[in-house]
Every structure is written in C-alpha cells, then in structure tokens.
C-alpha cells in the first residue's frame, strides 16, 4: 500500500518562495510517475509538474515554466517542489499524486495514489 503525506506549505506575499515536499511511504518499482497537482476553489484539478519515474523526464504546466523545479530524493522517497516567483493565481490546495499507470502526465485519472493535501496562498 502507498502512502503520501506531503508538507511545506503556507502564505507568502506575492514574489516569495515555498518549497513542498512529498514523502512516499511503501514506493514501488512499479511506479511509472510522481506528481504535484493543484485545485483552486471552483476549479478543477490541474496538473503542475511531474517526473517519469522510469527515464526521470520532467514535466512543467506552462504557468509555472521558470518559477517552479520539480526535484526527487530516491534515497529518501521524497519528491519536492520548489515554488519561486509565486504569484496570487497560485494559491491552492496543492497534492503530491502516485501512478502506477500508463497515460498523459497531467490527467488526474491517471494516479491511483494521493496525498491530503497542502495549502499554498500567495497574497498580492
């Protein structure tokens, strides 16, 4: 069974930094991608970035290209997102998400792990 808990979240003031992390309890080799992914109140979820667990490809949302680095701790399980630049349209709930599945790197359908959550607000 696999766990996530992530932490580091909070209220910055718009320009400042956060960094998330993400520990992975019961990790497999037969993940194939790690994930933050993001819900604002009214929307839906959207991916932010992830890595392939397999060839370690990153991916980045296009809002967040240049301010965020997606980075993974293999000794340790951990997956971080180190949030610079941050901006008021940031503020979410932000989820560290687990697949063991093949598909599209942002499409929530595919992980079938999840973690709480961690709040991020920026405040302009």
């Known amino acids: 069974q696999v766990a996530l808990v992530e932490s580091g979240g909070g209220s910055v003031q718009a320009g400042g930094s956060l960094r998330l992390s993400c520990v992975v309890f019961?990790?497999?080799?037969?993940?194939?991608?790690l994930a933050w992914f993001r819900q604002a109140p009214g929307k839906e979820r959207e991916g932010v970035a992830a890595?392939?667990?397999?060839?370690?490809?990153?991916f980045y949302v296009d809002s967040v290209k240049g301010r965020f680095t997606l980075s993974r701790d293999n000794t340790k399980n951990r997956l971080y997102l180190q949030m610079n630049s941050l901006k008021p349209e940031d503020t979410a709930m932000y989820y560290c998400?687990?697949?063991?599945?093949?598909?599209?790197?942002?499409?929530?359908?595919?992980?079938?792990?999840w973690g709480q959550g961690t709040q991020v607000t920026v405040s302009s």
């Open positions: 998400a687990y697949s063991q599945r093949a598909g599209r790197w942002d499409d929530p359908e595919r992980y079938n792990y």
């Open positions: 019961g990790y497999t080799y037969s993940s194939t991608s």
């Open positions: 890595i392939d667990t397999i060839g370690d490809s990153t």
